[in-house]
């Protein structure tokens, strides 16, 4: 994968990504899905998808910068509501510019 | 040594099996360090090549050892925000195991009065299982 991806390509491809991992239907995920409260991903999950999105677009992620946008006093209750599609799709957009 | 807190964490043996064949260069980077390695049946780095009771065995250790560090995660209370990586949690030993923590995590422990991080976990072909205590000097 290369730069200049576009939003909407990048959903498509992170949609893919989370429907093969947690062998849900890709139909039902989009960019407002919470991966910890609708999904209800376990650790194992997220290390599996974090894997994929490594893969697909050719970076590491480094967790320090993905979770950057929570802040230092952000409590679990705002990132379960947060964790959604569409902050995968930013923070991997970002990566790409 | 008084218990200050306790987790527990249950993790499938087959997913941890396709995590480890999807991803096992990044499995070894990020998730398991020597130390939680050293009691598997052979090293990780030959997975590709296991087959049969090895396998099934290694599978099992990892995904115990996995479990682990998802309880020791939860004793310590680590904002979902934090980051870091699963190997600055290394696991040493396998049914009885302590739970040694690497920067940044060892500061938290410390920060909450934790001194020891000890275990027990139990695995069959389905499901690993994995309980920790954090334990306090008094």
């Known amino acids: 994968m290369t730069e200049n991806l576009s939003p909407e390509k990048i959903l498509a491809v992170i949609v893919s990504i989370i429907g093969e991992a947690l062998m849900v239907d890709p139909q039902s995920i989009s960019g407002k899905t919470r991966l910890f409260a609708d999904l209800e991903s376990e650790s194992i999950d997220i290390v599996d998808i974090r894997f994929r999105i490594e893969l697909a677009f050719g970076f590491k992620i480094d967790q320090t910068d993905l979770m950057s946008r929570f802040g230092s006093q952000a409590g679990n209750s705002e990132v379960i509501e947060g964790f959604t599609v569409d902050y995968l799709v930013e923070y991997v957009a970002n990566r790409l510019k | ?138």
Do not use: W
């Open chain 2, 1 to 138: 040594m008084s218990t200050i807190a306790i987790g527990i964490d249950i993790v499938s043996v087959s997913r941890m099996h396709t995590l480890l064949e999807n991803h096992l260069d990044r499995i070894r980077d990020t998730v398991f360090s020597s130390a939680d390695t050293e009691d598997l049946p052979s090293n990780l780095s030959h997975f590709k090549y296991l087959t049969g009771a090895q396998l099934e065995q290694t599978c099992r250790i990892l995904a115990l050892k996995f479990a682990a560090k998802e309880a020791a995660i939860k004793v310590l209370g680590i904002p979902l925000r934090t980051a870091f990586e699963l190997k600055h949690l290394a696991v040493r030993g396998c049914h009885q195991f302590t739970v040694q923590l690497a920067p940044p995590l060892s500061q938290l422990a410390r920060s909450k009065s934790i001194s020891r991080l000890v275990g027990s976990g139990s695995a069959n072909i389905d499901y690993a299982i994995a309980t920790v205590i954090g334990e306090r000097n008094d």
